[in-house]
């Protein structure tokens, strides 16, 4: 488990960015030098993300549920975070010993 | 130059992503414990490297030429988006299977084995044609 909640917090650090430095940059102040950055970093991010997520789906980790809860969560800033920790708590309700 | 050389390792990194999947396919359909294991170890240490190595040159690929505002790309993000997922797919069952000793019957990868290269077919059209 613990592969996929560090790639949900990079996920969701990286949208934070992204939403709360990148783009307020260009929108207020007219500087497009943080997106051009930002926004690849967050791509990659989102897919590694989204391959963390299927694998834990096909490992039985966790449910359909589940899956549709980390998804939602990667398109609202600061959701991510709230998921990391129910992750992290799945993870000691199982005792997942075994890293993910 | 530094395009010819992002797409050279974005190549190589995705030819060695695909053998890597082909071989846990493989090694699924006739599971065996030591061969899986190693494939396990093998998936962690070069397979699911040449796919995050196969995502940040297809990124720098797509930066450096622009590529980014083609709407061919946005629709090979998505098939690659797929295509990561059908990795997912089967590292999460080589994994269940490694873990709690639990065989999945072959046949239900029988689709795996369609989808992937029907997948992979659609990104080298879009790539070659760029429409």
Same mark, same amino acid.
């Given at each position: 488990m613990i592969g996929l909640q560090r790639a949900t917090l990079f996920e969701g650090t990286t949208l934070i960015l992204l939403f709360g430095v990148a783009m307020p940059l260009i929108y207020v102040a007219g500087v497009d030098v943080a997106t051009p950055v930002m926004g690849p970093?967050?791509?990659? *991010? &989102?897919? @590694?993300f989204m391959w963390f997520v299927v694998r834990?789906?096909?490992?039985? !980790?966790?449910? &359909?549920?589940?899956?549709?809860? !980390? @998804?939602? *969560?990667? &398109?609202?800033?600061?959701a991510s975070f709230l998921n990391e920790r129910w992750l992290r708590r799945i993870a000691a309700e199982n005792g997942a010993a075994h890293a993910v | 130059m530094l395009y010819e050389i992002a797409k050279v390792a974005h190549l190589l990194s995705l030819f060695i992503w695909i053998g890597g999947m082909i071989a846990v396919l493989v090694a699924l359909h006739a599971p065996q414990r030591e061969? =899986?294991?190693?494939?396990? @170890?093998?998936?962690?240490s070069v %397979? %699911?490297?040449?796919?995050i190595a196969a995502?940040? &040159?297809?990124? =720098?690929?797509? @930066?450096?030429g622009g590529w980014f505002s083609s709407g061919w790309l946005g629709l090979k993000i998505i098939l690659v988006l797929a295509l990561t997922g059908l990795h997912g797919v089967l590292v999460g069952r080589l994994r269940r299977t490694v873990t709690n000793n639990v065989v999945v019957p072959g046949n239900s990868l029988n689709m795996l084995i369609l989808v992937g290269p029907l997948v992979l077919l659609l990104i080298i059209l879009l790539v070659v044609m760029k429409p």
């Open positions: 970093i967050h791509g990659l *991010g &989102f897919m @590694v834990a789906w096909a490992e039985e !980790l966790i449910s &359909f549920p589940g899956v549709a809860r !980390l @998804v939602a *969560g990667a &398109f609202i800033p600061g | 061969v =899986l294991q190693a494939i396990k @170890v093998y998936d962690r %397979t %699911t490297p040449a796919m995502l940040i &040159f297809g990124i =720098l690929l797509g @930066v450096l």
